[in-house]
């Protein structure tokens, strides 16, 4: 059996996601974290959440998703509040394409906000995993985050940065003082020029020198993306883009499931090089393809 357990910490979302009439058409739990936790139990690993969300039905569709899968949610805290809700719009078009999905912290019926990130969340990892090899998947970069994986010994710290709002409004020093902690990033294209300007940086092999990391990936949606890691102290970029382009029912999660393939291959990896994002890239792919071809952010 495997040593290794793989973990994230936030508040626990759920997706309500709306056709282009604001019929509500289906509700699961979401959240890139979440998804990408999601994503590495599907794939038969031993994956623990770890956070909180609301006593109300929200929580529990959230929370039942990720049992029904085999994550451990025992570590999740219900309290007095209202669980985060992300508002997914799907348009009536034909060709969809990535940017054409609304995603909105505000509820399309009653333009009330429904999304909201807690500071009291649980920081403790569970005791049956102190002594695991544990990979902490995060997607959130507050304060109480960072105290979360500064709790946790043996740990590789893979951060996925989807979107420049969980960024904009975090100093240099903040934002330096919390990569530093990765082992390996994956950040959407869009967001790659706010974070070199937000670190007073030029391009991705500063930003991979300055978290000192072992693996970079730049997503670039439809386009594929590229892989940065040093070879013989050597920078070493390779760029991939995928043989068969599906059509896009809904892209909600794609990049959770694409990040998700990524940490599980670089978990057992015994070398990063050529041959690794190859088999990566291939294996990540497929997986991304199956999520934009059905309603909802997470294979089923």
């Avoid at 056709?19 to 974290?33: R, V």
């Avoid at 990720?66 to 994550?71: H, T």
């Avoid at 451990?72 to 078009?93: A, C, E, G, Q």
């Avoid at 505000?106 to 649980?122: A, D, G, H, M, V």
Wanted: with cysteine; charged share 25%; aromatic share 10%.
């Amino acid at each position: 059996m495997s040593n290794k357990v793989f973990v994230s910490h936030g508040d626990i979302i759920l997706d309500k996601i709306y056709d282009g009439d604001l019929n509500l058409i289906k509700e699961d739990g979401g959240g890139s974290n979440w998804n990408s936790l999601y994503n590495l139990s599907y794939m038969g690993e031993n994956c623990y959440a770890i956070g909180s969300c609301g006593k109300d039905h929200e929580g529990e569709i959230a929370i039942s998703s990720l049992e029904n899968y085999g994550v451990n949610t025992n570590f999740i805290r219900k309290d007095d509040i209202n669980t985060s809700v992300m508002n997914i719009i799907i348009p009536k078009k034909n060709g969809l394409e990535d940017d054409t999905i609304i995603h909105s912290w505000y509820s399309p019926i009653t333009n009330k906000r429904t999304l909201f990130f807690q500071e009291n969340l649980p920081t403790d990892i569970p005791k049956e995993i102190e002594n695991k090899e544990i990979y902490v998947l995060l997607d959130k970069f507050e304060v109480v985050n960072l105290e979360f994986i500064n709790n946790i010994p043996n740990k590789k710290v893979c951060l996925d940065i989807g979107h420049i709002r969980f960024i904009e409004h975090f100093s240099k020093q903040y934002l330096t003082t919390f990569f530093k902690n990765a082992n390996l990033v994956q950040l959407n294209n869009n967001v790659a020029s706010l974070l070199f300007e937000r670190l007073q940086i030029r391009n991705e092999y500063e930003l991979f020198d300055l978290l000192d990391i072992d693996l970079l990936i730049i997503t670039k949606g439809k386009n594929g993306a590229c892989f940065i890691f040093k070879e013989n102290n050597e920078f070493v970029t390779i760029n991939k883009s995928p043989e068969i382009v599906a059509s896009v029912v809904d892209s909600s999660g794609a990049g959770d499931a694409f990040f998700a393939t990524v940490v599980k291959e670089y978990a057992y990896a015994k070398v990063i090089n050529s041959n690794f994002i190859d088999n990566t890239f291939s294996i990540a792919n497929t997986a991304s393809r199956e999520v934009i071809s059905q309603v909802g952010s997470r294979r089923i």
